[in-house]
Nanobody
Framework: QVQLVESGGGSVQAGGSLRLSCEVSGYIERNLCMGWFRQVPGKGREGVAGRHYDGTTKYGDFVKGRFTISKDNTKNTLYLQMNTLQPEDTAMYYC????????????????????WGQGTQVTISS
């Protein structure tokens, strides 16, 4: 059973930074595609950043160079460094894992992922 636990959310002012973490347990294989998604009430989950197990990354168009996805294999932890945050970045952020490969173009599709964390809230004030 794969378990994902996110942390690092919070409230910051516009222009600030946050680093989200997602610790993965219960799965020993290294071929994991991982991603970050976000959701606001009344809308579907939006792909923020995805990372293929070969290291290829993909970002949502709205990121515009502000966010960086990375993974520490020694800690089985995925990170999302978010800089220059804006009020429109306010959302619940979720970590997700796919066991096995996928096409790079599908890294930001929530349907590609089969394990999800519980989410961490990010609130940006103007």
């Amino acid at each position: 059973q794969v378990q994902l636990v996110e942390s690092g959310g919070g409230s910051v002012q516009a222009g600030g930074s946050l680093r989200l973490s997602c610790e993965v347990s219960g799965y020993i294989e290294r071929n994991l595609c991982m991603g970050w998604f976000r959701q606001v009430p009344g809308k579907g989950r939006e792909g923020v950043a995805g990372r293929h197990y070969d290291g290829t990354t993909k970002y949502g168009d709205f990121v515009k160079g502000r966010f960086t996805i990375s993974k520490d294999n020694t800690k089985n932890t995925l990170y999302l460094q978010m800089n220059t945050l804006q009020p429109e970045d306010t959302a619940m952020y979720y970590c997700a894992v796919r066991t096995g490969s996928t096409f790079y173009s599908l890294l930001l599709y929530s349907s590609e992922y089969n394990y999800w964390g519980q989410g961490t809230q990010v609130t940006i004030s103007s």
